[in-house]
T-cell receptor
């Protein structure tokens, strides 16, 4: 079964600073990878999904994720944080089991 | 708006009781997934249905059951409720099963067991 690890349960950045949220997956065969965002009292929304062969995936709201097979990582970045980016972010992976396995989530706080 | 509808939004009930959570997937989506989100366990996959058939089970307790009906809506039944069952229950849908098909989540049902 897939395993997804998100380093850092809480990340704080200043408005305008770089956002970096870390995600590592456990598989020798790259699974399908996703990033989701959850705002308070809402369900999860898809930010982006990995496309086979790509190394940099662009998502909504200015977010990107870089796929590094050698490091089994799929870190999420945004060049300049905005107050509205404050939310919880989940990395997820699905493989042959046809079920999406989520990481434990990273709560992003954006400081004014 | 994801197009996935979950009812009710909130549910408060007592230990030992039984409740039913309902989910209507996005129009055209055949797959329905149920997840439980709690502070200590995070997001846990419970069960997956595709076009009325059970396709995969995750960490679902024997006290819990689900089904997907011919009109594709799904219900999650929780019985003999315990305090530890208090959580946010999400339904998600997708066009096909797993793989590269992203899930579209409803806003969840918050269950409080007292």
């Amino acid at each position: 079964a897939q395993s997804v690890t998100q380093l850092g349960s809480h990340v704080s950045v200043s408005e305008g600073a770089l956002v970096l949220l870390r995600c590592n997956y456990s598989s020798s065969v790259p699974p399908y990878l996703f990033w989701y965002v959850q705002y308070p009292n809402q369900g999860l929304q898809l930010l982006l999904k990995y496309t086979t062969g790509a190394t940099l995936v662009k998502g909504i709201n200015g977010f990107e994720a870089e796929f590094k097979k050698s490091e089994t990582s799929f870190h999420l970045t945004k060049p300049s944080a905005h107050m509205s980016d404050a939310a919880e972010y989940f990395c997820a992976a699905s493989g042959s089991a046809r079920q999406l396995t989520f990481g434990s989530g990273t709560q992003l706080t954006v400081l004014p | 708006d994801s197009g996935v509808t979950q009812t009710p939004k909130h549910l408060i009930t007592a230990t030992g009781q039984r409740v039913t959570l309902r989910c209507s997937p996005r129009s055209g989506d055949l797959s329905v997934y149920w997840y439980q989100q709690s502070l200590d366990q995070g997001l846990q996959f419970l069960i997956h249905y595709y076009n009325g058939e059970e396709r995969a089970k995750g960490n679902i307790l024997e006290r819990f059951s689900a089904q997907q009906f011919p009109d594709l809506h799904s219900e999650l039944n929780l019985s003999s409720l315990e305090l530890g069952d208090s959580a946010l229950y999400f339904c998600a849908s997708s066009v096909v099963e797993g793989g590269n098909s992203p899930l579209h989540f409803g806003n969840g049902t918050r269950l409080t067991v007292t």
